[in-house]
């Protein structure tokens, strides 16, 4: 009987403690970035921070402002968080929504 409630309270355990781990793992997360004027921008994501890294054009050191080729187009760096993650967006949409306002 004292196995069968141990062996029970195991599996009970483990399920939460998975679950737990499943569930923080698919929870989105919220990453800040320093953007152009020192404005902060928040963005959720489900990527770690490998998986946005290969998947995108590898630049040592960029900071808000700068302008780079992202596959023979100009985007400008609009965000950089603490951790060298940055957002970009086309330099024309930037100037164009510059533009009129």
């Known amino acids: 009987m004292n196995k069968k409630i141990f062996l029970l309270g195991f599996v009970l355990v483990t399920l939460t403690i998975f679950g737990k781990v499943f569930v923080y793992a698919n929870t989105p997360k919220t990453v800040i970035f320093s953007g152009i004027d020192d404005k902060k921008i928040s963005v959720s994501t ?7 890294k290969n998947s995108s054009t590898e630049i040592s ?5 700068d302008i780079i080729e992202i596959d023979s187009s100009q985007e400008i ?11 970009t967006m086309p330099l024309e ?5 510059h533009q009129n306002n």
Not at 46 to 52: G, H, I, L
Not at 61 to 65: D, F, I, L
């Open 46 to 52: 489900n990527q770690t921070f490998s998986e946005q």
């Open 61 to 65: 050191t960029v900071k808000a402002g």
């Open 77 to 87: 760096v609009i965000g950089v968080s603490d951790d060298g993650r940055y957002i």
């Open 93 to 97: 949409d930037y100037q164009f929504e």
